[in-house]
């Protein structure tokens, strides 16, 4: 198992094709207009447009209107959606297609008991607490996290992670899947493709030396 790669809040097509280039999993828009790294959904989905044919685009959502998130699968035709905020399992599930849901980790967040809420998630999102929502920039706990395998659940690990940290973050944890945006940025929403092509480098060499120990 590799561990897979989710490179978020792109608003540029620079910034997409450097993810291109560096071998990203999935790409992500975020559709929240609070947020520094906000794009409309027609930019989102030009933008997708310029993603290779293995590469997913995600949409980030927090706390949408239905037909925001229906508008953004008709636009994007193969879109993975990620809900953000305080969606609850019957909401996420009712457009039939697949999503990740995001927690927010702090003390008291029992995320085995989510989990069981939402089994029909692709993977959950597990990012650092913020008063407000998306992301802070900033790492938890990581002893809050259970075991993968007590989970039953893929876990993608977001939250702080830049290329310094992010072999020691698969090494201790091994995620199904690692998220990043500031971390790969030079200021608040500003991609840097040099910092892009690093971290994927830095997740490649971090899953090499797991599998030749």
């Known amino acids: 198992m590799r561990t897979r790669i989710k490179l978020c809040g792109m608003r540029t097509e620079e910034a997409v094709l450097a993810c291109v280039q560096a071998g990203a999993d999935a790409v992500g828009f975020v559709h929240f207009e609070p947020s520094p790294r906000h794009v409309d959904l027609a930019t989102a989905a030009t933008l997708a447009n310029r993603l290779s044919a293995f590469q997913t685009p995600v949409v980030l959502f927090v706390n949408p209107e239905p037909d925001t998130v229906a508008e953004a699968a008709r636009r994007i035709p193969n879109v993975l959606f990620q809900f953000h905020g305080d969606e609850p399992p019957e909401f996420c599930r009712q457009f039939g297609r697949p999503y990740i849901k995001a927690v927010r980790m702090k003390p008291?967040?029992?995320?085995?008991?989510?989990?069981?809420?939402?089994?029909?998630?692709?993977?959950?999102?597990?990012?650092?607490?913020?008063?407000?929502?998306?992301?802070?920039?900033?790492?938890?706990?990581?002893?809050?996290?259970?075991?993968?395998?007590?989970?039953?659940?893929?876990?993608?690990?977001?939250?702080?992670?830049?290329?310094?940290?992010?072999?020691?973050?698969?090494?201790?944890?091994?995620?199904?899947?690692?998220?990043?945006?500031?971390?790969?940025?030079?200021?608040?929403?500003?991609?840097?493709?040099?910092?892009?092509?690093?971290?994927?480098?830095?997740?490649?060499?971090?899953?090499?030396?797991?599998?030749?120990?």
């Open 108 to 213: 008291g967040v029992d995320l085995k008991v989510i989990a069981r809420s939402f089994l029909d998630a692709q993977a959950l999102l597990v990012d650092s607490w913020s008063e407000g929502y998306g992301g802070s920039g900033h790492s938890f706990d990581w002893s809050l996290l259970p075991q993968p395998s007590e989970l039953g659940q893929a876990l993608v690990l977001s939250g702080g992670l830049d290329e310094s940290n992010v072999g020691q973050a698969i090494e201790r944890l091994k995620p199904y899947g690692v998220d990043v945006s500031s971390g790969i940025e030079s200021s608040k929403g500003v991609k840097d493709t040099g910092k892009i092509l690093r971290f994927c480098r830095a997740v490649q060499a971090a899953d090499c030396h797991l599998h030749n120990d």
